[in-house]
């Protein structure tokens, strides 16, 4: 459930300036980024990055003014709150890269790649026939084509491109 707050631009300039975006975002359930744009639609200024952290040094960090404009950003601003908090990453159900990674490499175990490309796959193998049709049709005056989506073989990594990819092939 939600409910609609109506906040004038003078109100929402005055939070801005007492709590960091991120925090007050939490507290209305929405992210500090849609805080952001919000504020920008009704040209309401920031704290700048580090205006915080002067803050708590001691400092005296500038504050923007809040300009007053005719038309429609004179009207108030409405924000949706969120009565639950927006969820975090953990509680959407995202799985931990590294454990992800982790459990999927015990699966697949190791792929050797072999320091020479010997009797490749069906697929590579197409892959180096066209790239020697490809430079014959450029010495005999053509441009070929370099848009096809094989792995270029010209350079070292180039062909060790082939053999990684000519390993997992024969894995699959």
């Known amino acids: 459930m939600s409910d609609l707050k109506s906040l004038t631009r003078r109100e929402l300039y005055d939070l801005l300036w007492k709590k960091p975006v991120d925090t007050l975002a939490k507290e209305f359930g929405i992210s500090g980024r849609g805080l952001g744009k919000l504020c920008e639609r009704y040209s309401i200024p920031v704290p700048p990055r580090g205006y915080w952290e002067r803050k708590a040094a001691r ?13 429609r950003h004179q009207a108030d601003v409405a924000i949706r709150i969120f009565r639950t908090p927006l969820p975090t990453e953990e509680e959407r159900g995202r799985p931990d890269y590294f454990r992800y990674w982790h459990q999927q490499s015990k699966e697949i175990g190791d792929v050797k790649v072999p320091e020479r490309l010997m009797k490749p796959h069906p697929i590579v193998a197409r892959w180096l026939t066209e790239d020697v049709e ?9 441009w070929g084509s370099h848009n096809s989506l094989k ?16 390993a997992m092939f024969k894995w699959l």
Do not use: M
């Open 59 to 71: 400092q005296k960090p500038v504050k923007a003014p809040l300009l007053e404009i005719e038309g």
């Open 151 to 166: 792995p270029p073989r010209e350079t070292p990594l180039g062909n060790r491109r082939l053999r990684i990819f000519d």
């Open 134 to 142: 490809e430079r014959k049709r450029t010495r005999q005056g053509g």
